[in-house]
C-alpha cells in the first residue's frame, strides 16, 4: 500500500510520467553500464525524473492524507534494475558500472539535501530533522531489499547484495536506528561467509562504517566492528579479504602495528600491499627535490616515519629488506625513497639539519630562496642531499649494536643510495663535512664508501665510476689517522676524567642525576662508534703513501697496546693491522708483542716512552722485533704468585688476561697458516690459552676455550689431543653459555678437519657421534639443543656423518611434543629434512631404512602421549617419509646414479612389518593407506619385484588382513604391482622361488612366520547367548551318554533289570543291575566331567579376556575355581529307566526380551536307550557338535555370562541332570 504524508500544498499532478517509467529508466541504465564517463550526467537525468515522479500523488476520500504513487512507481522501477544487477555473476564489467552509479547516485542526493522536500514541511515554520523525504524513502526501501539479499542461498545475489551496499553506505547520510542496525549485523554476519568475495564486499562495507562506531561498543554484548576487522586481517584464510581488509582500514596509532604485522604474511602479495599502504599514507606527496617546501602539518601523514616509534621503523626495513620476493623488496625500496624525501624536507621546512640538529638553517633557506649563482645552487644542492641522508639516518637507533639497529640502518642506507642515483653522485665529504665528526656523518662515510666497493665488484661498467666515488669520498690518509688520534684521545680522556672522580669520591661513582649518568654513557657510546666507524673505512684506503702507511700503522699498535681501548674497536683495529701487515706472519708477530708488552705490565714504560710512534722499529716488517717477543722464563721470574696478590691485583690481572685473549681471538681468527709455520704461537697457547681454559672463572675459560679451539682449526699436530679434551669436558655440570662454546668449538674442528675426524670406520668418528648422542639424550636447554641440531644438519648434510641413530634422533625431535617450545630447533629441521632427502639418492635410501623403525617408536609414543599438544599423529609421520623418500624430487647430483627403487624397497618394508604380531589394527591401516602414494617406475629388477610379490602372496594366506580399510588399500596395491609387471610375474611359483639364491633371505624369513589360528584373528567373534550356551551344553550331555550307551552294548549282554534301588553314585543291590547301574553312573559322571570342562574352557577364556592383559596366562589359569562335584542324590528303583532330556532353561530377569521368546519344545515321554535299534548317524553328529563346541570356545561366551554367577551355571546344569 502507498504511503501515506500530508502535504503543505500539492500541486497539480502530473500523472503521465509513470506509464514512461518503463521507458525512461532502461534509457539511463543502458547509458551507464556501457561507461563511467557519462555517470554525472545521468545522476542529473535520474534526479528529475524522481523529482517528476515524487509530484504524483492521489488523495484519499475523507481525510488530509495523499498517496505516494508516483514515488512509489519510482522505486519499484529502480528495484527492477537491481534485481536484474543481482543476478550478474562476478567480473560482469556492466553489472559493476552500475552498482557504481548507484553508489554515486546516492552520494548526489545527499548533496542535494533539503531540495526534495516538497511534501514534507510541516505547517509551522520549523523543520522537523527526523522528517522523511523522497530520497531518504528510496534509500531505506533499498536497504530494507537488500537486507534480505544477504541471506540468500545464491552467492552470486550475496556478492551483489554487498556489493550495493559497500558502495551506498558512505553517503547513506542519516539512517532509522533500526535500519542501521539491521544493516550492521548483516554485514558483520557476511564476514563469516563461505564466499571471499562476499566477505570482501562485507569488509569494505564496515570499513566505511567505523568512522560512525566508537572507541568502545554501547553495550557489553555489542561487537566492536574495528575489532572484527582487525581479526579478519589477520585471520581471514583468502589473500584477497586480507588485502581488501588492508585497503580498508583507517590508519591510526593503533591500527598501525596491526598493520605492519602483515610484513610476515604468508601471501607474498599481502606483505607488499602493506608497503604499498604505508607509502601512500606517507605524505608529502608534492615534496622532492627541487619542488616548493610545504608547512610540516602538510608533509605529515599518518605514516609519516616521524611518527613511527625506531622499532616500528626498523621492523618495516628488517622484514621487507630481509624479504625473499623481489617484489616485496622494491616495493619496500620505494618506501624507503620516499622516507628519506620526506624527512628532508620536513627538516628542511622547519628550518632543521638533517644529522640530528646538525643541518644549517641559513642553508636550507638559501636553498628555497633559489639565490642566483648556479655554482652556489650546484654547492646548495649537493650539501642538501647530505643533510636528507643524515636526517633519514636519524630515523634509526644505528649506534646500538646489541638490537640490530646498525645493520638495518645500513641496509636502508644502501638502498636509497641505490634507489636515488642522484645521492650517491651528488654527495660529497669535504673537510667540512667532518667538522663535527659525529657519529651520523661517520656512519654515512662509511656505508658510502663500502657501497662503492660492492658496486664496483659486482659491475665491471660500474668500477669506474665507483673509483671516481671513492677518490672524492675517501680522506688523506694522514689526516684520517690524525682525526681518529684526537677521537681516540677524547675518549680516553673523558674516561680517566671518570676514574679521578672514582678516586675522589674514595671508590664510589659520582651520584650524579640519572639523566646526567645516562647522558655521560651515551657521550662515551658515541665517541666509540665514531672511532669504529673511521677504523673500517681506514681499511679501504690507499697506503701507497708511506708517511701516511707509518702514521696509521704506528696509531694502531699503540691502540692495542692501551688498557683503555675497549672491546668493540680491538676486532675493528686488528682489521687494518692485517692491511698494513704484509703477510701473516708479521701480523702473529706484532700481536704477541703486545700481548707479551700487556703482560709483563709496567716494566718497559720507559722504553715506550722512548720509542715515538712514527719510528721505523714499528713497521720494519722484514726482521723481527725480538726485544719483546720470547721471555717466558722472565715472566716467571716477574710474576708474582696469585697467593701473594690483593683483591685488586687479581683483578687486575685477570682483566689484563680477558684483553690478551680477546686480541689472541681476534688475531686467529684472521690467520689461515699452519700452526707449525708460526712458532711465536707456542708460547702464547702455553702461557695464556692452556691456563685460560684450566681456570675456574667463566669469562676467562670461556675465551680460553674460544682461543684453544681457534688454535685447533690451523694445528693438526694437537688434534688427537683435543678429541681426547673435549669429548670428556664435563659438560653436564657447565654453565649453559661454556656449553654453547665447547659445541662451536667442536663443531668448527670437525667441519675443517673432517677426515681426521669421521673418516669411515674409523674409531674417532664414532667416538664422536657417541659424544653427540650423548650430550642430545642429557641436554635440557633449548639453546644448546638448537646448536646441537644445527651442527649436526651440517655434518649430515655435508655428507661428513652418515650414522642411521643420528638420523633417527633427528627425525624424532622434529615430531616430539617435548620440542614444541623450541622454535629454533624446529625451524633448523623443518628446511634440513627435506633438502638432506632430496639432495641425495643416497640421503632417501638411508631415509627409507629407518622408516619402519622411527614409525614404530613414534607410535608407540604417540599412544602414550596421545592426550598432550603437539603429538604429530601416526599418518602425518606416514606421509612425510613417503614424500621425502620420492624418487621423483630428488636432485640430480653429478657422479651419482638416479635411484628410482626407493619406494619399492618401502613397499618391501611396509609388507615384512604388516607380518608382526606388535602393529595393531590402527597401525596396520595407517602404513596400508600409504602403499597407495608410492612412486612405482616403470621398470624393476626382476628380484626386487619377486621379492615384493612373494611377501605379499605369504601375508595374504598366513597373516591375512581382517580390517576391511586395510584389506582393500593392500589389495589395490598388490593388484596394481601384479597387472603392471604380469609379465616378470608370468607363471609366479613358489617353490621355483625357492630355489634362487638372491631370495634366500626372505625365505627364511617367511620360513620363522607361524599362521595365526582363529583365536588370533582380529574378526570380532560371534557373541553366542545365554539360550544358546544351554543347548550346547545339554546336546553335549545327551550324545555323550548315547554313544557311552552305544558303545556299551556291543560288549554287554542285556538281561532283565531288577528292581533293586541304586545309590548316588549308580551302585545296585543285585549283581545284574549293578553292573547297569555302574554304567548308568559312569554316564552321569562322563556327562557332568564333559559339562564341567566345557564350563571351565569357557570360563578361563572369559577371565583371561576381562584382565586386559596385565597377567600372564598361567596366573589366569591359575586363578580358574576348581571344577564343582555333584553328587547325584539317590532314587528308588524303577521299572523304566528314566531317559536324558534337555529341558529348555528359562532366561534369568536381567534379559527380558530373551523371557519373552519361546524356547524350542521338550521332548516329552521317557524312553529307554536301545543301541541295538538306534539309526543315530554318528559322523555327521559328531562333526557338527564339534564345529558347535569350536564356535562357542572361540566366541566370547553368553552376552549375559558376567551377570551369572558360578553357583548359578551350575545350578542350571543340575537341573538339566535332574530331568
Known amino acids: 500500500m502507498p504511503a501515506l504524508t500530508k502535504p503543505k500544498a500539492p500541486p497539480t499532478p502530473n500523472a503521465s510520467i509513470i506509464p514512461s517509467l518503463p521507458t525512461l529508466l532502461p534509457k539511463i541504465f543502458d547509458q551507464v553500464q556501457s561507461t563511467s564517463a557519462n555517470h554525472q550526467k545521468n545522476f542529473i537525468a535520474l534526479y528529475k525524473l524522481q523529482l517528476s515522479s515524487s509530484e504524483v500523488v492521489e488523495s484519499v476520500k475523507g481525510r488530509k492524507e495523499v498517496k505516494l504513487v508516483g514515488e512509489k512507481a519510482f522505486q519499484d522501477a529502480v528495484l527492477d534494475v537491481v534485481i536484474r544487477v543481482c543476478g550478474c555473476k562476478k ?58 539479499g544477504f541471506e540468500a542461498k545464491d552467492k552470486t545475489v550475496r556478492y551483489r547484495v554487498a556489493q550495493f551496499v559497500a558502495e551506498m553506505v558512505s553517503h547513506l547520510g542519516e539512517l532509522d536506528e533500526d535500519i542501521y542496525t539491521s544493516l550492521r549485523t548483516s554485514l ?85 600491499l602493506v608497503y604499498t599502504v604505508l607509502e601512500a599514507a606517507c605524505g608529502g606527496s608534492g615534496v622532492g627535490k627541487g619542488k616548493p617546501k610545504t608547512h610540516p602539518q602538510q608533509v605529515y601523514g599518518p605514516t609519516h616515519p616521524r611518527l613511527l616509534t625506531i622499532a616500528q621503523r626498523e621492523l618495516i626495513i628488517r622484514n621487507g629488506l630481509g624479504d625473499r620476493e623481489s617484489g616485496v623488496k622494491a616495493a619496500v625500496g620505494k618506501l624507503v625513497g620516499v622516507w628519506a624525501r620526506v624527512v628532508g624536507a620536513s627538516d628542511e621546512v622547519r628550518g632543521e639539519g638533517g644529522g640530528g640538529g646538525e643541518g644549517n638553517g641559513e642553508e636550507a633557506e638559501g636553498i628555497k630562496r633559489g639565490e642566483g649563482d648556479k655554482d652556489n645552487e650546484k654547492e646548495g644542492g649537493k650539501k642538501s642531499v647530505v643533510q636528507d641522508l643524515l636526517a633519514f639516518i636519524d630515523l634509526f637507533d644505528f649506534t646500538n649494536e646489541e638490537s640490530e639497529g646498525e645493520k638495518v640502518a645500513e641496509d636502508a642506507l644502501r638502498e636509497v643510495l641505490e634507489e636515488d642515483v642522484g645521492a650517491g653522485v651528488e654527495a660529497e665529504f669535504d673537510d667540512e663535512f667532518y667538522t663535527p665528526l659525529t657519529p651520523a656523518r661517520a656512519f654515512l662515510l662509511r656505508v658510502f664508501v663500502d657501497h662503492c666497493q660492492i658496486l664496483g665488484a659486482k659491475d665491471e661498467n660500474e668500477r669506474v665510476l665507483s673509483e671516481a666515488k671513492l677518490e672524492k669520498a675517501l680522506p688523506v690518509v694522514t689526516a684520517l689517522a690524525f682525526r681518529i688520534q684526537g677521537a681516540y684521545n677524547d675518549l680516553v680522556e673523558g674516561m680517566q676524567r671518570e676514574e679521578e672522580e672514582i678516586l675522589l ?131 716467571k721470574a716477574k710474576e708474582k704468585d696469585p697467593t701473594d696478590m690483593t683483591p685488586e691485583e687479581k683483578a687486575q690481572k685477570d682483566a689484563m688476561d680477558l684483553r ?44 680460553g676455550l674460544v682461543s684453544l679451539g681457534l688454535c685447533c682449526l690451523i694445528a693438526r699436530v694437537r688434534l688427537l689431543f683435543l678429541l681426547l679434551l673435549f669429548p670428556h669436558c664435563p659438560l653436564q655440570s657447565a654453565p649453559e653459555v661454556l656449553k654453547i662454546r665447547v659445541l662451536q668449538v667442536v663443531f668448527d674442528i670437525l667441519m675443517v678437519h ?43 648434510l655435508s655428507g661428513m656423518i652418515a650414522d642411521e641413530r643420528v638420523l633417527k634422533c633427528l627425525v624424532i625431535a622434529y615430531v616430539s611434543p617435548d620440542t614444541a617450545g623450541n622454535q629454533e630447533l624446529r625451524q633448523c629441521l623443518s628446511y634440513f629434512l627435506p633438502v638432506y632427502c632430496y639432495s641425495s639418492p643416497v640421503n632417501q635410501r638411508r631415509m627409507q631404512k629407518v622408516f619402519i623403525p622411527i614409525y614404530r617408536d613414534l607410535v608407540q609414543a604417540y599412544k602414550d602421549m596421545e592426550d598432550e599438544p603437539g603429538v604429530v599423529a601416526p599418518s602425518n609421520i606416514a606421509a612425510m617419509f613417503v614424500d621425502w623418500t620420492d624418487p621423483q624430487k630428488a636432485v640430480e647430483v653429478r657422479g651419482q646414479v638416479a635411484d628410482d627403487t626407493i619406494h619399492i624397497d618401502l613397499a618391501t618394508d611396509i609388507t615384512k612389518a604388516l607380518f ?49 580399510t586395510s584389506k582393500n588399500a593392500f589389495n589395490k596395491f598388490e593388484t596394481s604391482v601384479s597387472k603392471k609387471f604380469e609379465k616378470q610375474l608370468e607363471g609366479f611359483n613358489e617353490e621355483e622361488y625357492r630355489e634362487l639364491e638372491s631370495l634366500k633371505e626372505q625365505f627364511d624369513f617367511l620360513d620363522d612366520i607361524i599362521p595365526l589360528d582363529s583365536d588370533d584373528s582380529d574378526v570380532p567373534r560371534k557373541k553366542v547367548t545365554r539360550k544358546r550356551y544351554v543347548e550346547i551344553c545339554g546336546r553335549v550331555l545327551s550324545i555323550s551318554l548315547t554313544k557311552f550307551a552305544c558303545r556299551r552294548s556291543e560288549s554287554v549282554v542285556s538281561g532283565a533289570t531288577t528292581g533293586a534301588e541304586t545309590d548316588s553314585v549308580g551302585t545296585a543291590t ?76 528359562a532366561e534369568d530377569e536381567s534379559e527380558e526380551d530373551e523371557e519373552s521368546t519361546p524356547g524350542p519344545a521338550s521332548r516329552k515321554g ?21 564345529a558347535e563346541i569350536d564356535n562357542l570356545l572361540d566366541s566370547d561366551g553368553p552376552s549375559d555370562s558376567i551377570m551369572d554367577s558360578d553357583s548359578a551355571e551350575e545350578d542350571v546344569v543340575g537341573e538339566m541332570l535332574d530331568d
Not at 137 to 143: H, K, N
Not at 541 to 559: A, H, Q, S
Not at 1127 to 1132: D, E, G, W
Not at 1168 to 1175: A, D, G, N, Q
Request: charged share 35%; hydrophobic share 35%.
Open 91 to 148: 567480473g560482469t564489467g556492466v553489472a559493476d558500472r552500475v552498482v557504481r552509479f548507484f553508489g554515486g547516485y546516492v552520494k548526489f542526493l545527499n548533496e542535494k539535501g533539503t531540495s526534495l522536500h516538497i511534501y514534507n514541511k510541516p505547517q509551522d515554520d520549523e523543520e522537523d530533522e527526523d522528517e522523511e523525504t523522497p530520497s531518504s524513502r528510496l534509500i531505506s526501501r533499498l536497504l530494507k531489499f537488500f537486507l534480505k
Open 188 to 272: 558483520l554476519a557476511r564476514t563469516h561467509d563461505k564466499e571471499p568475495s562476499v566477505r570482501v564486499q562485507a569488509v569494505i562495507a564496515l570499513s566505511k562504517l567505523c568512522a560512525t562506531e566508537l572507541i568502545t561498543p554501547d553495550e557489553d554484548d555489542e561487537v566492536n566492528v574495528l575489532e572484527v576487522l582487525l581479526e579478519v586481517l589477520s585471520g581471514d584464510p583468502s589473500a584477497e579479504v586480507r588485502r581488501a581488509t588492508l585497503l580498508s582500514l583507517p590508519l591510526s596509532p593503533t591500527i598501525i602495528p596491526h598493520i605492519l604485522a602483515r610484513t610476515r604474511d604468508v601471501d607474498p602479495s599481502v606483505r607488499k
Open 505 to 635: 669520591n674514595g671508590g664510589v661513582k659520582a651520584l650524579d642525576d640519572e639523566e646526567e649518568r645516562a647522558r655521560k654513557e651515551e657521550e662515551r657510546l658515541e665517541r666509540e662508534f665514531v672511532i669504529g666507524e673511521m677504523l673500517r673505512v681506514a681499511v679501504w684506503l690507499d697506503y701507497g703513501d708511506e708517511i701516511g702507511r707509518r702514521k696509521m700503522f704506528g696509531l694502531v699498535r699503540d691502540m692495542i697496546s692501551q688498557e683503555s681501548l675497549p672491546d668493540s674497536l680491538v676486532s675493528k683495529c686488528l682489521d687494518v693491522l692485517r692491511k698494513l701487515s704484509p703477510n701473516e706472519r708479521d701480523l702473529i708477530r706484532v700481536v704477541v708483542e703486545v700481548v707479551h708488552e700487556l703482560r709483563d705490565g709496567g716494566d718497559d714504560d720507559e722504553d715506550n716512552e722512548q720509542r715515538e710512534p712514527g719510528d721505523d722499529t714499528e713497521t720494519n716488517f722484514g726482521t723481527p722485533i725480538t726485544a719483546k717477543t720470547n721471555r717466558p722464563g722472565q715472566n
Open 660 to 703: 690478551c685473549l680477546s686480541l689472541c681471538i681476534g688475531m686467529l681468527e684472521r690467520v689461515n697458516g699452519t700452526f707449525e709455520e708460526n712458532s711465536t704461537l707456542e708460547g702464547i697457547l702455553g702461557e695464556l690459552i692452556i691456563p685460560a681454559v684450566k681456570r675456574k672463572e667463566l669469562a676467562l675459560r670461556e675465551k
Open 754 to 796: 673432517d677426515r681426521d675426524f669421521l673418516a669411515k670406520d674409523t674409531v674417532a668418528g664414532d667416538r664422536i657421534v657417541e659424544f653427540l648422542l650423548h650430550i642430545w639424550d642429557s641436554e635440557e636447554s633449548d639453546k644448546v639443543q638448537a646448536l646441537l641440531c644445527v651442527g649436526i644438519a651440517k655434518l649430515m
Open 916 to 964: 608382526s604380531d606388535d602393529m595393531t589394527k590402527e597401525d596396520k591401516k595407517v602404513v596400508c593407506q600409504c602403499l597407495s602414494k608410492l612412486h612405482i617406475p616403470e621398470v624393476i629388477d626382476d628380484d626386487k619385484i619377486r621379492t615384493l610379490k612373494l611377501l605379499m602372496h605369504n601375508l595374504t594366506s598366513r597373516r591375512p588382513l581382517h580390517d576391511t
Open 1070 to 1145: 543285585a549283581g545284574p543291575s549293578r553292573v547297569k547301574g555302574k554304567s548308568k553312573a559312569k554316564c552321569v559322571s562322563i556327562s557332568l566331567n564333559i559339562c564341567q570342562i566345557f564350563d571351565d574352557r569357557y570360563r578361563r577364556r572369559r577371565v583371561s579376556k576381562s584382565d586386559d592383559d596385565t597377567e600372564e596366562g598361567g596366573s589366569a589359569q591359575a586363578a580358574t575355581p576348581p571344577a564343582p562335584s555333584r553328587s547325584v542324590p539317590k532314587r528308588a528303583a524303577s521299572a523304566k529307566k528314566p531317559s536324558y532330556r534337555v529341558q529348555q532353561v
Open 1166 to 1186: 521317557r524312553s529307554s536307550i536301545k543301541p541295538t535299534k538306534t539309526k543315530y548317524k554318528r559322523g555327521e553328529e559328531e562333526a557338527k557338535l564339534d
